[in-house]
């Protein structure tokens, strides 16, 4: 099929354009560069050894979203392209409402316009809150705690509205992914994480100590009611969540509806945890301080995979050691991510 992934070039998106195009797939990207590097796209087509059309701008320009539909006969859209930055989130509501919601608004409404009928949306288990309990299943309440959350869940409700509508000729289909914590990188080292400024996650932020960007490892508090009292996350390897994508795709296409799947992995690391796997994996030293909690952090948060296991046949299969080493592996040879000129 012929697929416009938007934010190609991304962290997520990157990995997904991969598996698609090794899944035998076609890809069309727009992306607008804000939050990603060109170098990324000719790091895909070194990886896939095929072309990758590009459209630079932005997912809210209705005009460029008419002419990649003019232009190209695209069977489905993955729509990566937003902000994701929950603490900046708080900062900028507004920006993020516009980038998450208004532009996703604008696609679908071209998207139909242009008789596109599928939808993979790149949500989040920020959409779920705080969790009264884990593992988390897609029926628990949804209660964002942070316009990134809310405007999360209020483009899966444009999508479910839109799915329902009673005008039955629409026959759209949206399928809903909810992250967990995607980590790691492609085997191959060419892509992988490369956030600008300062990590706002854990992951790239011990990858940059690791490899001697960073001096140390803030650890936001040590005072939870968990394993060792630091964080719990349900880390899950970005290559395991590109071919959910893929399988999502192939085993829901033409099955008009909102379908709604969790990727984790199932299970739940700890900070420290995560610290000390990276540390062995690396062979580095990896200094920390505990520090005080951070504003809107839950204790624990992981997911019940199992309704995309019995649905799409999919689950993940790469452990915490996979994502720890893929992880180092990008780091270690792309030391400033794509600024970097040893590859
Ligand atoms: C993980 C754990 C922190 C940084 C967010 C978004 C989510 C998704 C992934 C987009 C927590 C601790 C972190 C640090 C730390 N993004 N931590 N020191 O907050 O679970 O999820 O990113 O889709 O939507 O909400 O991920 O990596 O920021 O934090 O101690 O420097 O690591 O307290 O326990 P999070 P994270």
Redesign the pocket.
Known sequence: MQILVTGGAGYIGTHTCVALLQAGHQVVVLDNFSNSQPQALARVQQICGQPLPLYRGDVGDAALLQQIFAEWQIDAVMHFAGA?A?GESVVQPLVYYRNNVTASQTLIEMMTAAGVKTLVF?S???VYGDPHSVPILENFPLAPTNP??RS?LMVEQIIRDHCTATRADLGFNGIILR????VGAHPSGLIGEDPRGI?????P?IAQVAVGRRRE?????NDYPTVDG????DYIHVCDVAEGHVLALTQLHGQPGCHVFNLGTGSGVS?LQLLQAYAKASSCDIPYRIVA??AG?VAQ?FADASLAREVLGWQATRNLTDMVASSWHWQSMNPDGYCSTTV
């Not at 990590?199 to 992951?203: A, E, I, K, V, W």
């Open positions: 994701k929950v790149s989040s288990a920020t990134y959350g999360k992250y967990f914590n995607p990590p706002n996650n854990l992951m932020f490892l803030s650890v936001f508090g630091t964080g719990v996350r900070v909690r951070r952090d948060c």
